[in-house]
């Protein structure tokens, strides 16, 4: 991103895996004049983006992810684990926390999610 700043690059479009540390490049850019798009994995302040485009509604995603899990787990339920791409990663960040809060429904209350414990 630093580098099309100075190329005379027009629009830059990322899907971003760096957090807000990408912010400063993004802002320089929308300063020089750039267009700033992210999709899938927005910057997670939303400073130096133009716009965002998301591939999926974040909020309903972690319900998916929820159900997923109990359909996979049975009614048994038992620990799963989720793997994401990067610890900075804005979109799976976004549907983890999601999937936290559909997790807080008792209709999964026998799955547990490694490192969290058993929610009561």
């Known amino acids: 991103m630093t580098n099309a700043t ?3 690059v027009q ?3 990322v899907s971003n895996n760096a957090g807000d ?3 400063p490049a ?3 850019a929308r300063d020089a004049g750039m ?3 992210t999709w899938d994995s927005p910057i997670p302040s939303g400073e130096g ?3 965002f485009v998301a591939q999926v509604d974040f909020a309903e ?3 998916v992810m929820a159900d997923m899990a109990l359909s996979i787990m049975g009614e048994e339920g038992g620990e799963f684990a989720i793997l994401s791409a990067s610890p900075d990663a804005a ?3 976004a549907w983890i926390a999601s999937m936290n809060e559909a997790l807080k429904d008792p209709k999964y209350s026998k799955l547990e999610l490694a490192g969290h414990g058993l929610r009561q």
């Open 21 to 23: 540390q990408i912010a």
């Open 35 to 37: 267009t700033v798009v």
């Open 49 to 51: 983006e133009q716009l």
């Open 11 to 13: 629009a830059i479009m």
């Open 91 to 93: 979109n799976q960040n």
């Open 6 to 8: 100075t190329q005379g």
């Open 26 to 28: 993004a802002k320089a």
């Open 61 to 63: 995603t972690g319900k």
